[in-house]
């Protein structure tokens, strides 16, 4: 799974209809000339198309149907061949060779080859390209030296010693490579035409596509189209003509334009509607879980959060998870108290020890925290909340707001802007406390880890703990999986002490579920084997 910045979120699909494009009953196909179009709504615009500088989950959910990687995820997450038909592992686990197949097609018609995923990787890692995503492939060798402007990116451990071939050599040992190989930032590019349109090179028209679709137009904050691409090597279990990103910002509007036969698969629902939608749309309604956590993070370079880890834990404390599940989500999302969900095999659940105690005992010991840091209902702590737009985020920050006031006399003040505003000021600095999200990119637990380095470009809070990051290195540097593991929890306790962010739910996904195989035979064989 692969994504940041991800709502808590369920799923409507027009289960009935996806032997065209979805419609109603009686309902002529909507495109112009009977082609197969599935309408996929999508609540905020992406950031970006560029496979190397996407960053939201919007941008990779439209990149997956775009870019194949070496690899791609099968149903239960698991690295399956993609562009490669196989790789094998040295016997340190520090080089992966990957065979690639010599049917995969760009959608120009020219061979993807070893030296396209090489420049793919160097791209990446390139300070010219400024990825926030550089840092999920520094266990490759010399990338956070490339990544620092110390090497040059030339020297990068990815070499294509034949046309079909491409060796990775690693900096430590790490099972997760072939699942991060899934990754929309691994994706490769076309040297000729990335040279030929440099900034405008992820544009339709320009950028060309090695998966099961093509970007052929994007009108901003309307829509995104793609098309089949019939040179893709898969294209024969490809049966739409394309997938149209209807770009549906308010939840409501998106609810009135599935009932009206305007989209296929809707991107969130509204919890307010979760009841009707239930009675009368229950076979078209899918949740499942997603390794995901939602959030709300401290920025703790400014204050009245810098310093203050017992401040940070009194704020935490006193949030009633099970009410905000309860009451506001209403979807079945579990309260979360970890940073890495539960679910990855091996990895023991961690979880600070005041989560296990009841609600006024929490605001008994968050009230003597409070004070400790200087406050009280003289003196109240003031800060603002940001989150983007969107119903569940305003009832969860309105939820949240009024539990901190009750219980400590906090002052919030609620900032709700777009996505992209809460981005700046998260970036600049400008935040105090926003919300977020955070989605695993592989199914381990290093992919929660490496968020919380100092030098990971994602690290929202900032967080900085030497400690924590030499924890982390040595759990990389690791062969033995039981002590890997063990080392990774460790960091996460001593992470979640310091309190950088407050951990709310667990992330529903809109996966389709048992009712999905017209959907595994129209759209989804086309993104998963």
Known sequence: ????????????????????????????????AGQDILLHGLDLEPDSLDPQKARTVEAQRVLRDICEGLTTLDRRGRPAPGIATGWTVSPGGKTYTFTLRKDARWSTGAPVVAADFVAGLRRLVSPQTASDYAEVVSVIRHAPGIIAGRRPVGELGVLAPSPYTVVIRLRTPAQYLPALMAHPATCPVDPALLAKYGATYAQPGHMPSDGAFVLTQWVHGSYIQLMRNPDYWRNAETHLTGVRYVIATDENAELEMYRAGELDIMDVVPRAELGWIRAHLGSQLHIEPQLGTYFYGFNLRRPP?????????????????????????????????????????????QRPAWSHL????????????????????AHPLRFTLEYNTGEIHQDIALAVASMWRRALGVRVRLQQEDFSSLMHDISTGK??????????????????????????????????????????DRAEATLNPARRIA??????????????????YLVLHPIPGNAARILRKKYWSSRNP
């Not at 692969?2 to 009953?25: D, E, M």
């Not at 080392?487 to 709310?504: G, K, N, T, V, W």
């Open 358 to 377: 009841g609600m006024a005992a929490r605001i008994s010991a968050a009230r003597r925290l409070y004070a400790a840091a200087g406050y009280s209902a």
């Open 487 to 504: 080392l990774l929890e460790r960091a996460e306790r001593l992470m979640l002490r310091d309190q950088p962010i407050i951990p709310i």
């Open 431 to 472: 935040a105090t406390v926003f919300r977020s999200s955070w989605v695993g990119d592989y199914n381990d637990p290093y992919t929660f880890a490496q968020y919380f380095k100092s030098d990971f470009g994602i690290n929202l809070p900032h967080y900085d703990n030497p400690a924590y990051d030499q924890l982390v």
């Open 305 to 349: 959060f810098k310093g203050k880890p017992g401040l940070r834990r009194a704020l935490a404390m006193v949030i009633d998870r099970r009410r905000i599940t309860r009451f506001v989500l209403r979807a079945g999302e579990p309260p979360a108290y970890s940073w890495v969900p539960p679910g990855i095999d091996g990895y023991h659940t």
């Open 1 to 32: 799974m692969s994504g940041r910045f991800v709502r808590g979120a369920v799923v409507l699909l027009a289960l009935a209809a996806l032997g065209g494009c979805a419609q109603r009953a009686g309902q002529t196909p909507r495109s112009a």
